[in-house]
């Protein structure tokens, strides 16, 4: 194996690794915001901080993958929340 295969390797074992961080991460997220009782809050705040980090983009851009991962994932959590919160809305058990 020469130097460069070993480097793409070893790129690709810390992506794996970002990769399974970022699903605990998210299942941690997940499990919270279920049994939260104000979801709604919690997507007017996450906004509201989203907004603000785009916001710092206008001095210094995101690099495109970041920004595109960025937005996917606050996308998702947008309409776990959303789906979090109408559930809430519904008869209680």
Do not use: C, W
Request: charged share 35%; hydrophobic share 40%.
């Amino acid at each position: 194996m020469n130097e460069n295969e070993n480097e793409i390797d070893v790129l690709r074992d810390e992506i794996t690794r970002l990769r399974g961080e970022n699903l605990a991460q998210g299942l941690l997220i997940l499990a919270i915001v279920r049994d939260h009782p104000l979801p709604a809050r919690i997507a007017a705040s996450f906004r509201d901080d989203v907004e603000r980090t785009l916001a710092e983009e206008d001095d210094a851009p995101f690099p495109a993958a970041y920004r595109a991962g960025f937005l996917e994932e606050v996308n998702d959590f947008l309409a776990a929340l959303d789906g979090f919160a109408r559930s809430k809305k519904g008869p209680q058990e």
